[in-house]
């Protein structure tokens, strides 16, 4: 938690076998965040890794281009890395 955001863990498995990150599985922990300002709760739609962190008004993750429906997310021609984000 920090700021206003909280990060969270969502386990597709918990949430009815929900694909909650289109990758056409449900196996993953998705990241979310939640907004106390607005009250919302947004699906990033990325299968995280490791615990988000949340700081001031930003959040972490780390995302494996392997859970995460094998893509490039970081452009190097492979689908072997974990790549960092922030939201």
Do not use: C, I, K
């Not at 955001?5 to 597709?12: I, R």
């Amino acid at each position: 938690m920090g700021g206003d955001l909280v990060a969270l863990e969502v386990f597709e498995s918990l949430q009815g076998g929900t694909d909650l990150n289109g990758d056409g599985d449900a196996s993953d922990v998705v990241v979310h965040v939640y907004d106390a300002r607005t009250d919302v709760v947004t699906n990033l739609g990325v299968a995280g890794w490791a615990r988000p962190v949340a700081d001031d008004n930003l959040v972490f993750f780390v995302v494996s281009e392997d859970r995460h429906g094998a893509t490039d997310l970081n452009s190097d021609s492979d689908t072997e890395d974990w790549v960092l984000h922030f939201y």
